[in-house]
């Protein structure tokens, strides 16, 4: 199936190591993408091709890998973190495109 | 520096279209897909679908099937989508959003967002 399925919300406190999780059948087989989004701003790409972290993008924001579960990594978490979170994934042939439900991070 | 700059925000009638437009610079318009997003008042992203500037082939996504025309003009770099038979469930802010052609490197640059309002 084409979906992606992601915790409706993670907790931690500052300093802390978020983890987020996204799951689905797409991902064992396509490359997933993470991206940031804050209240009335546009999505921000923090991860893609799984594990691969863009310029500009803080050194604690990591992704990985495993089976059909993908997970984003957030070290030492900061207030500024408190955001949305997608992960974004493709069908077997890149086709069609599809976003997990999101997961809403709030630094305690 | 890169930027998507779109087109501003719309009030519809139920059954009308709504046209938004994303202008592109800093880079070449057709090394990128434009990729048009959905997101409703307090809910998720959702992919309508893509357009390739080099040759404007289109992939929607079934769901929009049917509503969805994307289009685009690379005289001026600018990628169009329109949204037909609007619905007021189609109230939502549309974002534009680049990604390689040639590589698998993501949505990296993203427009400000278009705001468009379905009401009678």
């Known amino acids: 199936s084409h979906e992606l399925t992601q915790p409706p919300s993670v907790s931690v406190s500052p300093g802390q190591t978020a983890r987020i999780t996204c799951s689905g059948d797409l991902l064992s087989k396509q490359y997933s993408y993470w991206f940031q989004q804050k209240p009335g701003q546009a999505p921000v790409l923090v991860t893609y091709?799984?594990?691969e972290r863009p310029s500009g993008i803080p050194e604690r924001f990591s992704g990985s890998s495993s089976g059909t579960t993908v997970t984003l990594t957030i070290s030492g978490v900061q207030a500024e973190d408190e955001a949305d979170y997608y992960c974004q994934s493709a069908d077997s042939s890149s086709t069609y495109w599809v976003f997990g439900g999101g997961t809403k991070l709030t630094v305690l | 520096q890169v930027h998507l700059v779109q087109s501003g925000a719309e009030v519809k009638k139920p059954g009308a279209s709504v046209n938004v437009s994303c202008k592109a610079s800093g880079y070449t318009f057709t090394d990128y897909h434009m990729h048009w997003v959905r997101q409703a008042p307090g809910q998720g992203l959702e992919w309508m679908g893509r357009?390739?500037?080099?040759?404007?082939?289109?992939i929607y996504a079934q769901k929009f099937q049917g509503r969805v025309t994307m289009t685009r003009d690379t005289s001026i770099s600018t990628a169009y989508m329109e949204l037909s038979r609007l619905r007021s469930d189609d109230t939502a802010v549309f974002y534009c959003a680049r990604d390689p052609v040639a590589a698998k490197d993501g949505m990296d640059v993203w427009g400000q967002g278009t705001t468009v309002t379905v009401s009678s």
């Open positions: 091709k799984d594990s």
């Open positions: 357009i390739n500037p080099n040759n404007g082939a289109t």
